[in-house]
């Protein structure tokens, strides 16, 4: 199985527990490293943070200009449009990223999946549909894509995974109201999820990296 080149940071020598960081469209595994510098996870033995970078491919909300995407978006009406093939085809590439972790000596139980926008949407097919039990999923400036399959296609294993997701109440790219959607569907289906919203645009704030540094420290505690 094809690995996604990456950026990782190690915060000690000899890291018990990884963080895998999915950037969102048109950026890359670098765009989240500053953010993720600002961490403090030292309490819980320090960290590995890994940042893919996704592939590249045409975007056609974009005029099909080729750019580095999980997935491409065919228009604004959301999840009447969305592209499948693409989401399963990355869907593989992150469990090839979680394998290549466990495969170093971290068990998917001390692995945290993170993600940004389209990051968010990889976070939460993925992570959903993994067959171990991964020790959170956070989701910021997100939703959950193919949500109607979701129910019948989502593991056992992560049927209490903790979620963390993020919202800005005045994002234009992924308005408020697509993601609480999202967080009402996943609380239907009895996950945790821990929610948190923010005075911001489509981006991240301060606030919200004090929370997710809690929350981090907590699952992974």
């Known amino acids: 199985m094809t690995t996604l080149d990456c950026v990782e940071i190690q915060t000690t020598d000899q890291p018990t527990t990884s963080v895998i960081v999915l950037h969102g469209l048109g950026a890359d595994g670098n765009d989240f490293v500053p953010i993720c510098e600002e961490l403090d996870l030292d309490a819980i033995g320090g960290a590995r943070f890994v940042f893919p970078h996704a592939p590249t491919r045409p975007v056609t909300i974009n005029g099909g200009y080729v750019m580095r995407a999980w997935y491409d978006i065919l228009g604004t009406d959301g999840p ?86 993020a919202h800005g109440r005045v994002d234009p790219v992924i308005q408020l109201q697509r993601a609480t959607a999202s967080r009402d569907a996943l609380q239907a289906l009895g996950y945790a999820v821990e929610w948190h919203e923010y005075p911001m645009p489509h981006s991240v704030c301060p606030e919200e990296i004090v929370d997710l540094n809690r929350w981090l420290l907590r699952v992974l505690a």
């Open 80 to 165: 009447h449009r969305e592209d499948e093939a693409g989401l399963r085809s990355s869907l593989e590439l992150v469990r090839a990223l979680i394998e290549r972790e466990n495969a170093r000596g971290i068990p998917s139980s001390r692995i945290v999946l993170a993600g940004f926008s389209q990051g968010c949407a990889m976070t939460l097919l993925s992570g959903l549909r993994h067959g171990e039990r991964l020790a959170g999923l956070a989701g910021l400036s997100g939703y959950l894509p193919l949500a109607p399959t979701t129910a019948a296609e989502r593991s056992a294993a992560n049927a209490d995974v903790p979620i963390f997701l």
